[in-house]
């Protein structure tokens, strides 16, 4: 008959368990780190897409005389791609 299994050392156990704490510590650090980053790039893509767009439609109306028909247009497309860029980022990040 085979002898039992001898208990396990509390300080070996313990050590495992403080282990596992710091790799899940570590991991809810990065995952606020990435969430942080998204959180400060966000608002530069939504304005840089706009302005982006927007300066172009200013350029385009001053070389062909118009009225701030390009601007407005090429502002809102700024918007579009850049709502929808977003939506990706956060699809990704899920």
């Keep these: 008959m085979p002898s039992?299994?001898?208990p396990?050392?509390?300080?070996?156990?313990a050590s495992t368990r403080d282990r596992e704490k710091d790799g899940s510590r570590a991991a809810r650090a990065r995952k606020a780190?990435?969430?942080f980053a998204?959180?400060?790039d966000l608002p530069f893509l939504l304005v840089?897409?706009?302005l982006?767009?927007?300066l172009l439609g200013y350029l385009l109306d001053r070389w062909?005389?118009?009225k701030p028909v390009f601007m407005i247009?090429?502002?809102a497309a700024g918007f579009a791609i850049s709502v929808r860029d977003l939506l990706r980022r956060l699809q990704k990040e899920e």
């Design 48 to 50: 840089g897409g706009v």
């Design 8 to 13: 396990p050392d509390s300080s070996e156990s």
């Design 64 to 66: 062909w005389h118009t």
């Design 73 to 75: 247009l090429l502002g």
């Design 38 to 40: 998204l959180a400060m």
């Design 52 to 54: 982006a767009g927007g």
């Design 33 to 35: 780190a990435r969430q």
């Design 4 to 6: 039992p299994a001898p």
